[in-house]
């Protein structure tokens, strides 16, 4: 019998019908003849309330708190689900990590798993029960509760399928599938049946919010395959995410996304000699901060300029790290820049394919866009442009790579 983890988002689980909804998905995957563990979030908007109660209490409250705090809203939606299924007559039981054994670094409100006992989840399982996980949260060593960051419990699903040798992971969530586009900003998007880990993992990063990165990151490392499935259309096969290796590429470009949570910080007239840029970036790093796109102009009058990206919530951290570099380095300025947002093209297809950057710059220029910074990898090109200027961005990059879907649209007349 195969081991297959499902995991439910905030939405799937918001009240006590769609909780009862969701304990339908599960029972039907047991009936199938599969061992079933299910990986459940905070009931809807729980987590983002419990953050905005603690601030009504502190305006800095202590990460270990916070973990405290934040890890009771799991711990709701695994019971009830578990009522919910036994309910319907089948056998099921719920785990917090702690009584799993998710260990996880002993670091409060972003930890990493360290390892996940397996023995009393699969004792369960073997005895014919469904195991309700709580995600987001782990246990350190020495019996702290921690948190994984939010959106965590995707992680959770993916390491807990990885630990168990499970067949496959399930994502439930609000959308039926994975678009080339956001279809609330380009509304002609289409849906992709599959996609591989790398493409998913760029995708993830730059803005596309239906996978953590991390999981897809924890996904690719161990081999799980992923499946992206609507808790509220279970007969939809939604969105398959696999290794390169079991795909055929044959499309150059998968998708687009836009990040608008980066600033950009530009450091004026830097001094033009060796161990500069690693005197900048290396206090940046030991302050935990990343770095995203950077450019360093030419240099004239043995100055240079250097402009990098760093996300909007650590800007203030890294500008205060940044202001005593600069004095010891003696450049003149930092200067930031609120209004900009990445845009990205991913694909695996675009590497040894040339003129998809040119398609890129081409579209951005047809649609009178100009263009503030530009980045790339080997299946993704960014491009930072004015804020205001996204969405049309996005759709006509979208148009350009013929992503536009075939389908008719809402609202459009077919003929
Ligand atoms: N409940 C947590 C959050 O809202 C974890 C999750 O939803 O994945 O961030
Ligand atoms: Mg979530």
């Known amino acids: 019998m195969a081991i297959v983890v499902q995991k439910f988002g905030g939405t799937s689980v918001a009240d006590s019908t769609k909780i009862k909804n969701v304990a339908k998905a599960v029972i039907k995957e047991y009936r199938n003849g599969n061992k079933v563990v299910a990986v459940v979030s905070a009931m809807g908007k729980t987590t983002d309330y419990l953050v905005k109660l603690a601030g009504e209490i502190s305006?800095?409250?202590?990460?270990?708190?916070?973990?405290?705090?934040?890890?009771?809203?799991?711990?709701?939606?695994?019971?009830?689900?578990?009522?919910?299924i036994q309910e319907s007559g089948c056998p099921a039981l719920s785990m917090l990590a702690s009584q799993i054994g998710i260990i996880t670094e002993s670091v409060h409100s972003k930890a990493r798993i360290v390892d996940i006992k397996t023995d009393k989840v699969q004792k369960h399982i073997d005895?014919?029960?469904?195991?309700?996980?709580?995600?987001?949260q782990g246990i350190t060593i020495d019996g702290e509760i921690t948190t994984l960051g939010r959106g965590g419990s995707d992680t959770s699903a993916v390491a807990l399928a990885a630990a168990l040798k499970a067949e496959r992971c399930d994502i439930y969530t609000d959308v039926n599938a994975i678009y080339t586009a956001d279809p609330r900003v380009?509304?002609?998007?289409?849906?992709?049946?599959?996609?591989?880990?790398?493409?998913?993992?760029?995708?993830?990063?730059?803005?596309?919010k239906v996978l953590h990165p991390r999981s897809v990151e924890t996904a690719k490392q161990f081999n799980v395959p992923l499946r992206l499935r609507s808790s509220f259309n279970l007969e939809d096969p939604g969105t398959l995410v696999v290794g390169d290796d079991n795909m055929e590429i044959c499309r150059p470009v998968t998708g687009i996304a836009a990040d608008l949570k980066q600033v950009r910080?530009?450091?004026?007239?830097?001094?033009?000699?060796?161990?500069?840029?690693?005197?900048?970036?290396?206090?940046?790093?030991?302050?935990?901060?990343?770095?995203?796109?950077?450019?360093?102009s030419m240099e004239e009058d043995h100055v240079n300029n250097i402009a990098f990206t760093v996300h909007e919530n650590d800007l203030n951290n890294a500008i205060s790290v940044l202001e005593r570099v600069r004095q010891e380095i003696e450049a003149s300025e930092i200067v930031v820049?609120?209004?900009?947002?990445?845009?990205?093209?991913?694909?695996?297809?675009?590497?040894?394919?040339?003129?998809v950057a040119a398609g890129m710059f081409d579209a951005l220029s047809e649609a009178g866009i100009n263009i503030k910074m530009i980045s790339t990898s080997e299946i993704k090109i960014s491009c930072l442009v004015a804020k205001e200027k996204v969405e049309e961005a996005l759709r006509y990059i979208h148009k350009k790579f013929g992503l536009d879907s075939k389908e008719p649209q809402p609202g459009e007349v077919s003929n």
Do not use: H, W
């Open 337 to 355: 820049d609120n209004n900009i947002a990445k845009v990205s093209l991913v694909g695996a297809g675009m590497v040894d394919r040339p003129g």
């Open 59 to 84: 305006s800095n409250p202590c990460n270990r708190e916070l973990d405290m705090l934040l890890s009771s809203g799991e711990q709701v939606s695994i019971s009830l689900l578990a009522m919910a």
């Open 127 to 136: 005895t014919n029960k469904i195991v309700v996980a709580a995600g987001f």
């Open 265 to 296: 910080i530009a450091i004026l007239r830097v001094p033009d000699k060796p161990g500069i840029a690693a005197r900048i970036f290396g206090a940046l790093s030991d302050n935990n901060i990343s770095v995203d796109m950077i450019i360093q």
């Open 186 to 208: 380009v509304p002609k998007a289409s849906r992709i049946y599959q996609v591989s880990y790398g493409e998913m993992l760029e995708l993830a990063r730059v803005g596309a």
